[in-house]
């Protein structure tokens, strides 16, 4: 490989793309900053301990990780479904699986109430047969976390799957491994990489969801009322409070994403 | 358990027809120049790719038959593979690697594991166990690739370029380990290659494959004595023996070893072989090995030349081949050799069945193999 040296050290960026670059970064930090300035920092400690920002602090992580959880279970087969088989009205499938990434979370909201609410399409033999209601309770917002956070986990998992060496699993079907156990014992831990990935985007993505699980599970504190709802109605009330809650929730999503970083999320680029 | 193949794969406009038999015991090495078809074969005799057509059966089980309808999943064949870039699975440790195939075919952990302990000893990388495939050495991932393959104890063991993806000195010694651990295993073996060396150290019968057509086969020394095509002839046109070296020897009151050869001083060495005869190598050598050169090597005189050849015998000329624009000529002496020639070298030297001849070799040019 032949290189010439150059004369002088040169970025190759056109210097006409600087300043709208350095708006557009600004316009990303500003707000950010904005809130640490406002920030209530000598009141802060005592608003923390306060019982309604830990019983939404609890909600919050508690439903998202459900939430995660529940698109682990049906996502990471939907991801190898479309990773994998062949069939008439596949890329159908893929379109409607993004569907939740364009869709106003609020319209989101609706469609579950229209689906799973007491008169809903389903909700209504839920209600009839079972006894069970959804909506407005801790597992409407986890349904509604999970219903917008699912894209999420499929698009990392599905990519995970597309870029695998599928010769590993050749190997383990010469090695009389049945497909189950193809995938249990190959497929799954050489795509973990991107299934912790996908799962933290989904997390974080749940964490902060609002549109949806206040059309779909309303507020009330203790039961549906989650960080971003209290964020919201507190913005009314007490707005120093609102600033502290929304602190909490971007240390939580910094700190995830930082613990998991290193090891995981790089298995995004993969 | 013969196996009895009959199979025609296609990949896109490619074509591969072959019939293959081998009996139990037996070791077959399907040579080829690459895109002849040989991964296709051995990928269709595992199950991984389908049938166009054909039949493929181990003794009274079929494997495979378009005819009939029949088909056995690969996870459901008695095979053992054994893959070029061995395929160990990267997040599992040597010994669960091996182990794998035992627990997928129902064993408990325990004994599973204690197997697979078993099969890295007689690899030779017991040391390694706990050790992850991305940390073994290319000759380290192979051994436990044989090992993981052999372990479930398959019927039909498929090698393809097992030795391909190491380097020299790594091949040579795991070229020792494969014909031992061929050579204890009870079942068929299929072995693709493209290194005739390989072949004629693993195989007990060839079979030359090419643009997916079987052209040839036999025992390595019925297709080297009369290759059928100039490429079979390349292919398989090697000079190979088995002996016992005898390192630095003292022969004739002179010592061998430390002569000037090309130019700078080497180490030199003996090899004798099963017919007594002595043949000087570069390298001094230890113990049983093989010993190879290729027909082009060996140079043909009238009489005794004068010089630099370490190896020089007399030898009668038995047969003339003519391949391509060389001619492959049978001396039958103390060792009998193959020797390439040009036509025009036969007509000066009057080359004819019963003449009398010498042959030589130069060290340099004899590789040396230990067994």
Known sequence: MTRTAPTRQRSGLPAVLWLPAAMGLAFLVLPLAALLVRAPWRTLPGQLRSPVVLQALRLSVLSATLATAVCLLAGVPVAWVLARSAFPGLRMVRALVTVPLVLPPVVGGVALLLALGRRGVLGRYLDAWFGVTLPFSTAAVVLAEAFVAMPFLVIAVEGALRGMDRRFEEAAATLGASRWTVFRRVTLPLVAPGIVAGAVLCWTRALGEFGATITFAGNFPGRTQTVPIAVYLALETDPAGAVTLSLVLIAVSVVVLVALRGRWVGGLAA | ?371
């Not at chain 2, 269709?44 to 309808?69: I, M, Q, S």
């Not at chain 2, 952990?109 to 007689?122: D, E, F, I, S």
């Not at chain 2, 009870?186 to 007990?204: I, R, Y």
């Open chain 2, 1 to 371: 358990m013969t196996l009895d193949a009959v199979l025609r794969v296609r990949r896109g406009a490619f074509e591969a027809a072959v019939e293959l038999r081998v009996a139990p015991g037996e070791v077959l090495a399907v040579v080829g120049p690459n895109g002849a078809g040989k991964t296709t074969v051995l990928r269709a005799l595992a199950g991984l790719d389908p049938l166009a057509a054909g039949r493929v059966a181990l003794g009274d089980t079929v494997l495979d038959d378009r005819a009939a309808g029949v088909w056995v999943p690969p996870e459901h064949r008695p095979v053992g593979y054994v893959f070029a870039d061995h395929r160990l699975f990267p997040h599992l440790s040597a010994a669960d690697n091996i182990a794998f195939g035992l627990r997928a075919r129902g064993m408990r952990r325990a004994a599973a594991r204690a197997v697979a302990a078993q099969w890295l000893a007689r690899v030779g990388v017991a040391e390694l166990a706990a050790v992850r495939p991305g940390r073994l050495s290319s000759g380290q991932a192979q051994r436990v690739a044989l090992a993981r393959a052999l372990a479930p104890r398959p019927r039909l063991l498929l090698l393809d370029e097992p030795l391909s993806a190491l380097d020299a000195g790594t091949r040579a010694a795991l070229r020792t380990e494969l014909r031992r651990l061929v050579g204890e295993y009870e079942g068929c073996c299929l072995a693709v290659t493209h290194d005739p060396l390989d072949a004629l150290v693993l195989a007990d019968r060839i079979a030359v494959l090419e643009a997916g057509r079987i052209v040839q086969a036999g025992t390595p020394a019925e297709v080297a004595r009369h290759p059928r095509t100039d490429h079979v002839a390349r292919l398989v046109g090697l000079n190979l023996y088995r002996g016992t070296g005898l390192g630095g020897a003292v022969v004739g009151g002179g010592v061998v070893g430390g002569g000037v050869v090309g130019g700078g001083v080497v180490g030199g060495g003996m090899v004798r072989l099963a017919d007594g005869t002595e043949l000087v190598v570069a390298e001094p050598v230890h113990g049983p090995a093989f010993v190879a050169f290729p027909p082009t090597a060996v140079a043909v005189h009238r009489s005794r030349p004068d010089g630099s050849p370490r190896n020089c015998w007399p030898a009668t000329v038995a047969e003339l081949e003519p391949h391509g624009s060389t001619i492959r000529v049978r001396l039958v002496g103390r060792p009998q050799a193959y020797a390439d020639v040009t036509a025009a070298a036969v007509a000066e030297l009057g080359l004819a069945p019963g003449r009398a001849v010498w042959a030589a070799v130069k060290a340099t040019e004899l590789a040396v193999y230990p067994a």
